[in-house]
């Protein structure tokens, strides 16, 4: 592979301009095609194969429509303090809004609260349910007008209006704070790395166009592969993040190269031959975690991990080929200004901070072994206490309608009523064998029985479809959709589904959005660990193939254990115990959202493997070289310690960025992963990978022989490219001597 990246990153040094014209036209191709493709259908979340998934498709079949996916909107009215709502001239304004709210060519339905009996029993507030005709996404600017407009006239009588619902999604993803963000702090950390604004610059601006291209191709597919706009996000952060950690490792071991002597397009080519093997490894066990989110059975996950594994390979290629191509363009405007004044490169110093930092870490590597393992252990023991499940309205700002609305329907209505529960009655089995009647009568022996049960507040009207043999009512639990009680209900009246079902002849299944979100935190905990396993172990197998050692892939197998349970503990400690929470603008703290411990898992697994690699192959290199265990950890960090901390500091950066968005699932993702990638870099890379390998001497690189004989040989540091590297370098080519004037 070595031998093959060689010959690319020459021929990209080379053949520069086409390189380049290549990629423009790519992007130009992807973002016209952005710029003509629908927008994404909303086609929901779907999780098959739990009971509310399955409830929700017995719907969908028995009462054709009335599961479509059409936009909703909620207005709640309340009245002044110490009025009512039902006032004359309260109820007068609410009524005047709703025909206001109904007069809208997508408005399907705006029901009047006071006909629906949609007052609360104290008659303080009111809520009008407005249905659309299209989904969230496909409401014009002139029906969201429409809906504001009718909020603020009714707002202007003396009422407090707020309104919740998808019709109040912007459709908007992360705003462009987060990323201006990142890239700024990324800028300042590559100016001081390399002390050269080009050699800041080509790793930003490569990322950039490789964030461009991914965006565009999922904007682009959004409709035929009904792509959200969170699918783009993840992809966004992931896409930036490795693309400038990729063209940052080509770059470093570019000027490495250059400072040995070698010519421009010679050193390029080693570049990408010897960096970039590693950065195909690397970008590699981030794709297959990513890919792996599959396996866990959730299509909206499954969509976001292949999207951002697209992001992730179009980093991986532009690293190989444009970051090679623009070396060409400016062979010496990456070096430092120094260098570029005295007309030639001095070799890097034998001391620096990573090798003093390596040697810290060399003459007491128990005690830093011991506190970087007890530190992450006790950041770790929140993780315990984790309760999965998925935020909504109430985990928004107060600033927002929707969280207003949502606490106003809770003071009124009772804390369950933002989450009720929907029981789904199949009653045609009893409808065929003895009628219509006697299906009513099991529907109604069921719904007396679950409102008989503890916690149930009440219980709504069945609702039979046409043919009389399918029921559908409400059920409003006496506490909040993300409580534990309300958990233990839904789990108490599935448990004692035979003795409800007892003697009617029918069957009942549970959903809803809140036992949704119950059974989707159920099946996520439940696939986290076997995902794990096989995360670490497809871990273990590459590092094995990679340094050719049994201890040193089970050390990193362990660490990135640790730091991603650390991750998790931090993440719970903020979102769900709210400690510091109000530092990073977390309002209300509850459940941690389903999905957040998959996404940990995979994408962190892939980027400590990036570290990994680019800090111990230094390490395995230098040892086969015959220098000795505690010179080879030197050597490593004496190359690698300074482009790892800046790869990371760019990472958290750009992860960190993202904590001041208002979604509360982008800003628990952003601090989740900016966390995880601070603990595993600094806590287990760079502290007790060495306690570890210092302690184990030459045993670390030890493999059993036949193990060796098994395992491929992957030469990932290009160890055969540097050997040949090292004579005499033949006379500079045409293009080359170009280049240097360049």
């Known amino acids: 592979m070595a031998e093959f990246l060689y010959r690319v990153g020459r021929l990209a040094f080379r053949r520069r301009w086409y390189v380049a014209l290549v990629w423009a036209a790519v992007l130009a191709a992807v973002g016209l095609g952005a710029l003509k493709a629908p927008g994404a259908a909303d086609e929901g979340f779907s999780m098959p194969g739990i009971e509310s998934q399955k409830a929700f498709d017995l719907m969908d079949e028995r009462f054709p429509g009335a599961t479509a996916d059409g936009a909703t909107a909620r207005v709640v009215f309340v009245a002044p303090k110490g009025e009512k709502v039902t006032a004359a001239d309260h109820r007068k304004a609410v009524e005047s809004a709703v025909a206001d709210l109904a007069d809208g060519s997508q408005v399907a339905s705006a029901v009047d609260p006071f006909q629906a009996k949609a007052v609360s029993k104290d008659g303080t507030t009111a809520y009008a349910t407005v249905t659309y005709k299209v989904a969230s996404n496909d409401l014009t600017d002139a029906s969201k007008s429409q809906l504001v407009k009718a909020l603020d006239q009714a707002r202007d009588t003396g009422l407090t209006v707020e309104a919740g619902g998808t019709a109040m999604d912007d459709g908007a993803g992360a705003g462009g704070s987060a990323e201006v963000i990142g890239i700024a702090i990324a800028a300042v950390v590559l100016l001081v790395t390399f002390g050269s604004l080009a050699a800041a610059g080509l790793p930003l601006l490569t990322a950039i166009l490789g964030v461009g291209v991914s965006m565009a191709t999922i904007l682009t597919l959004a409709h035929p592969l009904g792509l959200s706009t969170t699918t783009g996000t993840l992809a966004m952060m992931l896409g930036l993040a490795v693309g400038i950690d990729y063209a940052l490792f080509v770059v470093s071991r570019y000027r490495e190269e250059r400072a040995k002597g070698r010519e421009p397009g010679e050193a390029t080519a080693l570049a990408v031959g010897t960096a970039g093997s590693a950065v195909v490894f690397a970008g590699l066990t981030v794709v297959i975690a990513l890919a792996g989110l599959t396996v866990v059975g959730i299509p909206m996950l499954t969509k976001m991990g292949l999207a951002a ?109 933002n989450g009720p529960l929907t029981v789904v009655v199949d009653a045609k089995g009893d409808a065929d064998a003895k009628g219509d009647a006697d299906a009513k009568a099991a529907v109604s022996t069921i719904s007396r029985k679950i409102g008989a049960t503890e916690g149930v507040v009440s219980v709504s009207p069945a609702r039979f479809n046409k043919a009389g043999d399918t029921a559908v009512f409400s059920v409003v639990p006496s506490t909040a959709p993300t409580s534990e009680r309300t958990k233990d209900l839904v789990t108490t009246i599935r448990d004692a589904r035979p003795a409800l079902e007892s003697g009617t002849g029918a069957t009942f299944e549970v959903t809803g959005s809140t036992a949704m979100n119950i059974d989707i935190a159920a099946k996520v905990q439940s696939a986290l660990v076997p995902y794990l396993i096989v995360v670490v172990g497809l871990a273990i197998v590459l590092l094995l193939v990679v340094f050719r050692s049994l201890l040193v892939p089970l050390k990193a197998a362990l660490g990135f254990l640790l730091s991603v349970l650390a991750s998790l503990g931090a993440v719970v400690m903020v979102f769900q115990e709210g400690h510091g929470a109000s530092l990073l603008g977390v309002e209300t703290t509850g459940p941690i959202m389903s999905l957040m411990p998959i996404f940990l898992v995979g994408i962190v697994f892939g980027l400590a493997m990036d570290y990994e690699v680019f800090l111990v192959s230094r390490m395995r290199e230098a040892y086969v070289h015959g220098e000795t265990p505690a010179q080879a950890v030197t050597s490593g960090f004496r190359h690698s310690a300074r482009v790892v901390v800046a790869a990371a500091l760019i990472m958290i950066a750009v992860f960190a960025g993202f904590i001041g968005e208002s979604d509360s699932m982008i800003k628990m993702i952003g601090f989740g992963l900016a966390s995880a990638v601070l603990l595993d870099a600094f806590v287990v890379r760079m502290a007790i990978v060495p306690a570890v390998l210092a302690l184990l001497g030459d045993k670390a690189w030890w493999l059993p022989a036949w193990l060796d004989r098994i395992l491929p040989r992957v030469d990932v540091e290009g160890e055969a490219l540097t050997r040949a590297a090292d004579t005499p370098d033949p006379a500079p080519t045409p293009a080359d001597q170009e280049a240097v004037r360049v």
């Open 309 to 417: 594994a697209g992001a992730v390979v179009v980093g991986v290629l532009i690293a190989l080929t444009l970051v090679p191509a623009f070396l060409g363009f400016w062979p010496n405007a990456v070096l430092r200004r120094k260098d570029r004044k005295r007309g030639r490169i001095e070799e890097e110093a034998k001391d620096n901070g990573g090798t003093r930092w390596a040697r810290f870490v060399l003459r007491r590597p128990l005690p830093v072994l011991i506190l970087g393992v007890v530190g992450l252990g006790a950041l770790a023991v929140p993780m315990t206490s984790l309760q999965l499940g998925m935020p909504g309205d109430e985990a928004k700002s107060t600033s927002t309608t929707e969280r207003r609305a949502y606490d106003a329907l809770a003071e009124g209505f009772g804390p369950g009523f």
